[in-house]
């Protein structure tokens, strides 16, 4: 796991009107590089002791009644699962709130988690880290994790790298693993005076009551997936993005279609997609707008291994991918413009009006990675190429006349244009087509058919899909309102470098913020 992000987060398998230049994901601003952990994991509960998992339902009810917080746990959990008992997952909360109200650390920790993904109860990232706290006070190692973790971002608690590094290394000398990997990187934002305050115990949080944890205790397991976003490092700090890197962002997303037809088993490098099949695949990817799929073929051009190298196509994948908001694209772009040749090839392919050298060269304006040509100039290579049926040109051109970017805004020709792309079998213009439709609908619109077909691109790997969905359960557009559905789609096109939905992760969490010292931000 990397620290090069600041979202923390628990994830389960588990709004307002938006400004019309975020529907293309024009937020090319965000070079965020990092390393993520998958967000699409199932959970784990942990179940503190065997002799209350082996007691009969009516027994476990009876002991429960008592105000036994173990048997309450265990019930709860029971009703959670549906493990030999009819799942309620209402009724489970209310028997591990129980129980946590005992300081039962496994209860707390559950509740927090419940808390967090709004399972069975109101949304609530707060009390799920008091939760947390609580059992991280209580000396459970996952728990010091999770705290730590939290202070890594602003979300819930304000950032500071200090208590990080106090919780997260005491989960790591309680042997927790990923504690371990993740001190290493959280050790060089901290000073030496402060590292040796802690080695020799000689610092304290005013709130840290620990406490030997119960023997019960000891095995909990962790039940998500934390990830950090920080979009304001520096894209300097990084010095090469890997092939296994890239494949990693792409088999992460957790997608149906990419776990039965690319079967990687793991592998690293580029020539895994050395297969047609599987280039195939990327390209239908790409087409939905995944920006991962749209990396991976810019690298497979640009090596050339397995279809003719290309540098030019390579960067027209690597600009499309930055367009929607890759920092991997847009570090590999930057790489790719510097080598020699690379202008040489560039200029002789304008000068023959070839459509992919004209967006290219737009692209590069537009991302500020290149200053030589006027915004005219620009839009007027965007328009040649469009001009040539250049799908991904007309895309972009049809985005800025949504947005009245270079050009003088008017959404209908943006549309028609996204039409006329939609034509030529664009699926990236069918998703803005929808969403456009969806950002600028009343709740009374019928929009089933364009939320289903955003549901499906979602699940294909479109991040305009994503955060268009997060907008469709934070508003009610469609389907039922549901702000923990909306607070996950949300974070999970956050965690792929989105940082307008990052900052909409933000908003909802600022609006339940509660107005004291231990979630101020300011």
């Given amino acids: 796991m990397s620290l090069k992000s600041s979202l923390a987060f628990i994830v389960i398998t588990i709004y307002f009107f938006l400004p019309v230049d975020l529907l293309a994901q024009d937020t090319t601003k965000s070079l965020a590089f990092k390393k993520n952990r998958p967000y699409r994991n199932n959970p784990y509960f942990y179940q503190p002791d065997l002799s209350y998992q082996l007691l009969q339902q009516f027994k476990l009810v009876q002991i429960a009644n008592t105000g036994d917080p173990l048997a309450q746990h265990e019930l709860g959990l029971r009703l959670l699962t549906g493990e030999g008992i009819a799942a309620d997952t209402v009724t489970a909360v209310y028997w591990i709130k129980k129980a946590a109200s005992q300081k039962l650390t496994s209860a707390l920790y559950n509740y927090g ?254 991302l500020g990675y290149d200053n030589r040509l006027t915004d005219k100039d620009a839009i007027d290579l965007l328009q040649k190429a469009a001009a040539q049926n250049h799908v991904p040109a007309i895309i972009e051109l049809g985005f800025n006349f949504f947005t009245g970017k270079y050009v003088a805004q008017d959404k209908q020709k943006g549309i028609n244009l996204w039409k006329q792309a939609e034509n030529f079998k664009s699926i990236e213009a069918s998703v803005r087509i929808a969403a456009s439709k969806i950002f600028e609908s009343n709740l009374n619109d019928n929009l089933q058919s364009e939320v289903a077909f955003i549901e499906k691109s979602e699940m294909t790997g479109s991040i305009l899909a994503q955060f268009t969905l997060a907008h469709c359960y934070e508003s009610g557009i469609g389907v039922a309102k549901n702000l923990p559905n909306a607070v996950k789609y949300y974070r999970n096109a956050a965690q792929r470098g989105n940082q307008y939905a990052f900052e909409q992760l933000k908003r909802l969490y600022d609006n339940l913020r509660p107005k004291t010292e231990t979630f101020k931000m300011d």
Wanted: hydrophobic share 40%; no cysteine.
């Fill in 113 to 366: 988690i419940m808390l967090v993904n709004g399972w069975g109860t109101d949304w609530n990232p707060f009390d799920a880290y008091d939760n947390f706290l609580q059992a991280a006070q209580s000396g459970m190692k996952e728990a010091q994790y999770v705290v730590g973790v939290l202070y890594t971002d602003n979300l819930i608690v304000k950032r500071d790298w200090n208590k990080s590094y106090y919780w997260i290394k005491k989960s790591s000398e309680a042997g927790y693993e990923p504690a371990k990997e993740v001190l290493r990187e959280v050790e060089p934002r901290v000073s030496i005076s402060f590292k040796d305050s802690v080695n020799e115990n000689k610092f304290v949080l005013s709130d840290d009551s620990s406490s030997k944890q119960d023997e019960q205790d000891s095995n909990i397991k962790p039940s998500f997936g934390l990830v950090f976003i920080d979009f304001d490092l520096q894209s300097d700090t990084v010095q090469n993005i890997s092939d296994e890197v890239i494949i990693s962002d792409l088999t992460r997303l957790d997608i149906q279609l990419i776990k039965d037809s690319l079967k990687l088993n793991n592998d690293s490098l580029i020539s895994a997609f050395y297969d047609s099949d599987k280039i195939t695949l990327l390209n239908n990817l790409a087409e939905y707008g995944s920006h991962e799929a749209q990396t991976i073929l810019g690298k497979l051009y640009q090596d050339g291994g397995f279809v003719a190298k290309n540098k030019l196509l390579a960067a027209e994948f690597y600009i499309r991918a930055t367009i929607l908001d890759s920092p991997r694209g847009a570090f590999l772009l930057w790489k790719l413009i510097r080598e020699d040749d690379f202008y040489n090839t560039l200029n002789d392919a304008v000068q023959l009006d070839d459509p992919t050298a004209q967006f290219v060269w737009y692209g590069l304006k537009k």
